[in-house]
């Protein structure tokens, strides 16, 4: 027993010692994302603003090496063309410029390019909506890290808005060109940083507010399609509970390009939602919009508006279970 003993402490303090080794080999800084500053909202259209500060602790020297920042966006914002940055340092000023589709992001698994790579690590975060990009930029110079070092970086962001309302939670991501997504000693984080913002809005633009912040009632996947895509309606009656049973059929109306209105409210097997195997109250439907609503050649739904109704169709349930407001879809696939 004391023979054996004595060999796992030999073991332990190797591995001890084998850590400390591989610390001061493989870590390069250590990168920190202090603090965001932005508003709670902006107009449609406006100018989103944001400062970003930052700071690393260096512990091997490096040469050439870039600041990166990377952003969480809704896809309409269209980010990539409409993003300006600049920063301040310790080591340096002057402007964050995109990087490449090109270049791929250091120890990203998959060899990926910085966006995809930012996406397949952190997805769309706490956002509930999967219609978001990660964008991503670094500084255009480059630089030599000595060790010791501690930099401190403030980064100005400047984005122009999309026209559409709404709510969504920002993302952030802070790391360097020479590490990427490295997890050190299985990580995360000590080489790069991430956080998301509290819910963000967008007021006073076009169409139906998009919410990625709350649980929706009821949502259409995919989000981006037209009327002649296959759809599938979800409606969770758990969210908000209302007086609708295990009975639920869709009552909808399309408007018509054309300015006229198809409406589809029967309480059939055509029209009947099935309740999700192993939910308690998630109910969906498949369907294709044009054979639903009975189009001609000629005719195209730009929106849909719509109810949950019971059997009978006496009981109808809209926004927030109200009888008088429907919900609403409006097609957008660019």
Same mark, same amino acid.
């Given at each position: 027993?004391?023979?054996?003993?004595?060999?796992?402490?030999?073991?332990?303090?190797?591995?001890?010692?084998?850590?400390?080794?591989?610390?001061?080999?493989?870590? $390069?800084?250590?990168?920190?994302?202090? &603090?965001?500053?932005?508003?709670?909202?902006?107009?449609?259209?406006? $100018?989103?603003?944001?400062? %970003?500060?930052?700071?690393?602790?260096?512990?091997?020297?490096?040469?050439?090496?870039?600041?990166?920042?990377?952003? #969480?966006?809704?896809?309409?914002?269209?980010?990539?063309?409409? @993003?300006?940055?600049?920063?301040?340092?310790?080591?340096?000023?002057?402007?964050? $410029?995109?990087?490449? +589709?090109?270049?791929?992001?250091?120890?990203?698994?998959?060899? =990926?390019?910085? +966006?995809?790579?930012?996406?397949?690590?952190?997805?769309?975060?706490?956002?509930?909506?999967?219609?978001?990009?990660?964008?991503?930029?670094?500084?255009?110079?480059?630089?030599?890290?000595?060790?010791?070092?501690?930099?401190?970086?403030?980064?100005?962001?400047?984005? *122009?808005?999309?026209?559409?309302?709404? *709510?969504?939670?920002?993302?952030?991501? $802070?790391?360097?060109?020479?590490?990427? %997504?490295?997890?050190?000693?299985?990580?995360?984080?000590? /080489?790069?940083?991430?956080?998301? +913002?509290?819910?963000?809005?967008?007021?006073?633009?076009?169409?139906?507010?998009?919410?990625?912040?709350?649980?929706?009632?009821?949502? #259409?996947?995919?989000? *981006? &399609? +037209?009327?002649?895509?296959?759809?599938? =309606?979800?409606?969770?009656?758990?969210? /908000?509970?209302?007086?609708?049973?295990?009975?639920?059929? #869709?009552?909808? @109306?399309?408007?018509?390009?054309?300015? @006229?209105?198809?409406?589809?409210?029967?309480?059939?097997?055509?029209?009947? #939602?099935? =309740?999700?195997?192993? @939910? *308690?109250?998630?109910?969906?439907?498949?369907?294709?919009?044009?054979?639903?609503?009975? %189009?001609?050649?000629?005719? &195209?739904?730009?929106?849909?508006?719509?109810?949950?109704?019971?059997?009978?169709?006496?009981?109808?349930?809209?926004?927030?279970?109200?009888?008088?407001?429907?919900?609403?879809?409006?097609?957008?696939?660019?």
């Amino acid at each position: 027993m004391k023979i054996v003993r004595k060999i796992c402490l030999t073991t332990q303090r190797l591995a001890h010692w084998l850590i400390i080794a591989l610390s001061s080999t493989l870590i $390069v800084c250590c990168v920190f994302l202090d &603090s965001v500053d932005q508003a709670s909202s902006v107009q449609a259209g406006e $100018v989103f603003e944001a400062t %970003l500060t930052a700071h690393v602790n260096a512990a091997q020297e490096r040469s050439n090496v870039r600041f990166v920042i990377g952003i #969480l966006l809704p896809r309409s914002w269209r980010a990539a063309a409409n @993003t300006k940055m600049t920063y301040t340092s310790d080591f340096g000023s002057g402007e964050l $410029v995109q990087i490449p +589709s090109s270049v791929r992001a250091p120890n990203s698994g998959n060899n =990926l390019a910085w +966006s995809p790579a930012l996406m397949n690590k952190f997805g769309i975060g706490p956002n509930l909506i999967d219609d978001m990009e990660w964008v991503v930029f670094w500084t255009r110079e480059q630089y030599n890290i000595v060790n010791g070092d501690q930099v401190e970086i403030d980064a100005k962001i400047s984005i *122009r808005t999309g026209e559409q309302n709404m *709510r969504f939670k920002v993302g952030y991501f $802070v790391g360097s060109s020479e590490d990427g %997504l490295n997890d050190f000693l299985g990580g995360p984080g000590a /080489l790069y940083k991430s956080m998301f +913002s509290s819910c963000f809005e967008v007021t006073d633009g076009e169409g139906d507010i998009i919410d990625f912040c709350n649980p929706p009632q009821t949502f #259409l996947t995919p989000f *981006r &399609s +037209s009327d002649n895509d296959i759809l599938t =309606l979800t409606f969770d009656r758990e969210i /908000l509970p209302g007086p609708l049973g295990d009975d639920i059929f #869709l009552c909808a @109306t399309a408007e018509l390009a054309d300015g @006229t209105f198809k409406e589809v409210c029967q309480q059939d097997a055509h029209s009947r #939602l099935t =309740l999700l195997t192993g @939910t *308690r109250g998630r109910f969906e439907i498949t369907f294709w919009p044009r054979q639903h609503f009975a %189009l001609t050649a000629g005719e &195209s739904i730009i929106r849909l508006t719509y109810y949950f109704t019971d059997a009978s169709g006496a009981i109808k349930v809209g926004y927030a279970n109200s009888p008088d407001e429907p919900f609403t879809h409006t097609f957008r696939c660019d």
